[in-house]
């Protein structure tokens, strides 16, 4: 995998905390407390993976999934 490769890859599939909330429909302090409370799994206290968004997002029913 080539170093621009692996910087698209995770530019498409890593959030911060405010575009976790964005892609979710949902408030940054609401992602920050299911964060906090072991229900969104983070990367270093501030990355999540886009697969455990769309996980995430299959349990809670007020988020509106982008595709």
Not at 2 to 29: H, S
Request: proline share 3%; hydrophobic share 40%.
């Amino acid at each position: 995998m080539t170093l621009e490769a692996l910087r698209e890859l995770v530019e498409r599939e890593v959030f911060t905390i405010p575009e976790a909330a964005e892609y979710l429909g949902l408030t940054r302090q609401l992602v920050s407390k299911q964060v906090n409370a072991g229900k969104i799994p983070v990367i270093r206290g501030k990355f999540v993976l886009k697969q455990d968004l769309d996980r995430y997002a299959e349990t809670f029913k007020g988020t509106r999934q982008k595709k």
